[in-house]
């Protein structure tokens, strides 16, 4: 197996910790030795399991245009803070795949929405007034992925529009500012599948869907 260039590696990137039952748990990158890396977990995270040292781990990272599946050997842990700290050695790439877009799951869920006023454009989350999320109205969802979620929406016209939406994530609760991407006939005159691009949302919220993308996924 060849030896991941770890010169991509970017501190506060997500690692996903692939489990023997095949659930994931989300750890993040601290830093980048020439040698080795250093990882922090969240030990009262869904699906975390204390990992000993000299213990060979398995782990997904993906990045914009690939994703790689690593093994590497734990040459050191800690414990601090509600922390577990892993130092793993050079990572070897056990699976490597091109990602042209994020890995997208059907999946039906809650989801509330509210579109915003055409006249107005929002770069951030803060900038948006109050009022909007008191209007945010239930609906369901079709697909999500890390970049981006495809609803049922019951509004016309509003390809051109910002929209702000809410979904509860492992018992997270992730608020997003998105644009729409496209809209679609869901079959009947009332409904329509509205997909939505996230313009802005906690980096965290984003690893967390990611995570919950690739754990489902694993399951089907």
């Not at 010169?7 to 040698?35: A, C, H, Q, W």
């Not at 948006?128 to 239930?138: D, S």
Request: charged share 25%; hydrophobic share 40%; proline share 1%.
């Amino acid at each position: 197996m060849d030896l991941l260039d770890v010169s991509i590696v970017r501190e506060g990137d997500p690692v996903n910790f692939i489990n023997f039952n095949r659930t994931i748990f989300l750890g993040v990158m601290k830093k980048v030795y020439k040698g080795c890396l250093a990882v922090a977990v969240e030990i009262h995270q869904e699906n975390y399991r204390r990992i000993g040292e000299k213990e060979f781990v398995e782990f997904i990272l993906a990045f914009k245009q690939k994703a790689y599946r690593c093994m590497a050997q734990v040459v050191g842990n800690a414990s601090s803070g509600g922390l577990q700290i892993l130092l793993l050695n050079s990572p070897k790439i056990v699976a490597s795949l091109e990602r042209r877009q994020f890995r997208r799951l059907q999946t039906i869920m809650d989801i509330d929405y509210c579109f915003l006023p055409i006249s107005s454009r929002y770069e951030s989350l803060s900038k948006i007034e109050h009022l909007w999320f008191k209007k945010l109205k239930r609906s369901f969802t079709v697909d999500i992925s890390a970049g981006g979620v495809c609803l049922i929406t019951y509004e016309d016209n509003v390809i051109e529009q910002q929209a702000i939406v809410s979904m509860n994530i492992k018992e997270q609760q992730v608020t997003t500012l998105c644009s729409v991407v496209r809209i679609e006939s869901a079959g009947d005159n009332k409904n329509q599948k509205t997909a939505l691009k996230y313009i802005d949302a906690d980096r965290k919220h984003i690893q967390l869907i990611d995570s919950f993308v690739l754990e489902k996924a694993k399951e089907q």
